[in-house]
Nanobody
Framework: VQLVESGGRLVQPGGSRRLSCAAS????????MHWYRQAPGKQRELVAR???????VYEDSVKGRFTISRDNDKNTVDLQMNSLKPEDTAVYYC?????????WGQGTQVTVSS
């Protein structure tokens, strides 16, 4: 599976941004899809997960602000980010996982600053 993220940019606090991840190379619908992020000097952390059935899980700090969604026909997974805060600044990575198989995108930078 090849994953390509897009949508990262500089955003003002309180603003919104939508990240997208396009997948190719395998049967997309079977994969659990994730968005992770890594801020400078910090470990990579899970932001959101969406299962093959569409069930979702969110990291506590983004609950109510971020929404993960997938389109199995288009082989995409998106992350809608609202009410962005400076602490959301990070490189955001798309991840696909199925049992012991795991794939990562190259990451897209989101910077929240005035």
């Amino acid at each position: 599976v090849q994953l390509v993220e897009s949508g990262g940019r500089l955003v003002q606090p309180g603003g919104s941004r939508r990240l997208s991840c396009a997948a190719s190379g395998s049967v997309f619908s079977i994969y659990y899809m994730h968005w992770y992020r890594q801020a400078p000097g910090k470990q990579r952390e899970l932001v959101a997960r969406i299962t093959s059935r569409g069930d979702t899980v969110y990291e506590d700090s983004v609950k109510g602000r971020f929404t993960i969604s997938r389109d199995n026909d288009k082989n995409t997974v998106d992350l809608q980010m609202n009410s962005l805060k400076p602490e959301d600044t990070a490189v955001y990575y798309c991840n696909a996982a199925y049992y012991n198989r795991e794939f990562w995108g190259q990451g897209t930078q989101v910077t929240v600053s005035s």
